[in-house]
């Protein structure tokens, strides 16, 4: 039996994907390297936007086709599409789903799976087995329990892994739909989570992302459990583990404590990603971001103060209902100001059940929205330029995640989370190896690895920025 996996959207459904391929390998399905060849078809979905929910529809439209011509087909619908609470009309929305499962839940698909494991084991036995003879019962270990389970890992080998350890947001933003499907906050134990990454680490992972809405909220609602901070330093205890990082946090719930345990352990990545979404305090109250503009610079000052390389990543919306030129423009100041290292914009998008869209009119037209866009990002273009131009000449330490075998060079992050590309005839996904950096651009750096020969030809971009 072969299983496909299609997910669109953000790192938790990354690692949502993760468990359910993990869950599926553990019982004998193996990858299918193509849609046509799989007996499972799974689409991990995001709703955050109207254009992710568009993709998942349209997908949702070609798998009801694929169903139509093989009727033994079996398709999954999983994520934010599903929401924490299905809504009971989706079989009659979408007959050919078979199996429909909430974000971070496997619980539906282990008992499709042990059903349809019973039935065949039942038609075998109708077939070979003298009459009377029971079926033997699943003895497979079911590891969930409930939402909050240990899932086992992925054997595909790969060296990051994404971990989530809070489930949901009961944060109210005014825009966002991810706590109507995604279901409230919750915290996974600590010693749940510990035990994951230990059997990540002994899998081969060498780097784990600890994934939240709001992750710095992480343990506010369990009973001494500890915070963030602890959770951190217990994860970078763990052996075979070279680095951990941490996502998403709020401007609100950024503690001091949560700084300084990256400040002082060497293993926590210097990354924070801090979402703004807008420059304008009005926005932000419209929003019900909860800080200022204000607040946000002092909250990057002393990020900055107590860890002078942290690298900072934002999030922002242009076209908010009501946003005008101006309020727009303070969003490109503080963008100019702060020198963020990555920023993700996004042009507003009504959601269904939020207050935005309940009670503020989707103002700015597509095409001003798309001007805003633009113009942030051509900005912020810039400032990358210029910020990776200053790595040219230095060594950076990159964790080898994969090979790009159309230039024949390998591939990494940088404990700050720059994309980088080298040369080296030693290195191996999973390996730590030091970099020495030739060329620079917005998006990436590229370089080789002094210690070892270079293979090939220096790659395209390389050769052409040195012929200039
Ligand atoms: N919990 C995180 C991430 C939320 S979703 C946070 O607090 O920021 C990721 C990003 O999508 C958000 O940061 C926001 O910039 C964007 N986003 C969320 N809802 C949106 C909407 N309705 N329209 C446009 N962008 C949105």
Redesign the pocket.
């Known amino acids: 039996m072969k299983y496909f996996l299609v997910t669109i959207g953000?790192q938790m459904n990354d690692a949502d994907a993760r468990y359910v391929a993990a869950e599926l390998e553990r019982r004998g399905y193996a990858p299918a390297a193509q849609l046509e060849e799989a007996n499972l078809i799974l689409l991990n979905t995001c709703v955050?936007?109207q254009q992710a929910e568009n993709k998942a529809l349209a997908r949702l439209r070609e798998l009801a086709e694929w169903r139509a011509r093989r009727p033994e087909l079996r398709i999954i619908l999983m994520g934010c599409l599903v929401g924490a609470r299905p809504s009971p009309d989706f079989s009659t929305r979408f007959p050919f789903v078979d199996v429909f499962l909430p974000p971070s839940d496997i619980g539906p698909l282990l008992r499709f799976l042990d059903e349809q494991g019973e039935r065949d084991r039942g038609e075998r036995d109708r077939e070979r087995q003298p009459a009377g003879r029971k079926a033997p019962a699943n003895e497979l270990p079911v590891e969930t329990n409930d939402e909050e389970a240990v899932f086992p890992p992925s054997r595909r080998g790969e060296p990051t892994a994404g971990v989530p350890v809070v489930l949901g947001?009961s944060?109210a933003?005014t825009?966002?739909?991810?706590p109507y499907r995604r279901g409230r906050e919750r915290s996974r134990l600590p010693q749940d989570v510990l035990s994951e990454v230990r059997r990540l680490a002994e899998a081969g992972v060498r780097e784990v992302t600890l994934l939240g809405?709001?992750i710095d909220r992480y343990g506010k609602d369990l009973l001494n459990s500890g915070d963030l901070a602890d959770l951190l330093g217990a994860v970078a205890d763990i052996d075979g583990l070279a680095r951990v990082r941490f996502l998403?946090s709020?401007p609100s719930y950024l503690s001091e404590r949560i700084i300084r345990t990256v400040a002082e352990n060497p293993k926590i990545c210097p990354v924070f990603e801090l979402?703004i979404?807008a420059g304008s305090d009005a926005v932000l109250a419209a929003m019900r971001r909860g800080y200022t503009s204000a607040d946000y610079r002092r909250l990057t000052d002393r990020i900055r103060s107590a860890i002078p390389h942290a690298a900072l990543h934002t999030?922002?919306?242009v076209g908010f209902p009501g946003e005008t030129e101006d309020q727009f423009e303070q969003s490109v100041r503080i963008v100019e100001e702060i020198g963020f290292q990555k920023i993700?914009i996004?042009?507003?998008?009504?959601?269904p059940l939020?207050w935005?869209a309940r009670h503020l009119i989707d103002n700015v037209p597509p095409a001003e929205k798309t001007r805003r866009q633009q113009r942030i990002e051509a900005i912020q273009k810039a400032i990358q330029t210029r910020q990776n131009a200053a790595l040219i000449g230095t060594t950076v330490e990159v964790l080898v995640d994969g090979r790009d075998e159309l230039r024949g060079r390998w591939r990494g992050r940088s404990a700050d989370d720059r994309l980088v590309f080298f040369s080296s005839s030693r290195a191996r996904p999973g390996d730590l190896i030091r970099v020495h950096i030739e060329w620079t651009g917005p998006f990436t750096l590229i370089g080789r690895d002094p210690r070892a020969g270079n293979e090939g030809p220096l790659p395209p971009a390389l050769s052409a920025a040195r012929g200039t």
């Open positions: 953000c955050v936007r947001c944060q933003c825009y966002c739909v991810i809405q709001i998403t709020h979402p979404q999030d922002i919306i993700h996004a042009r507003y998008s009504p959601r939020t935005a």
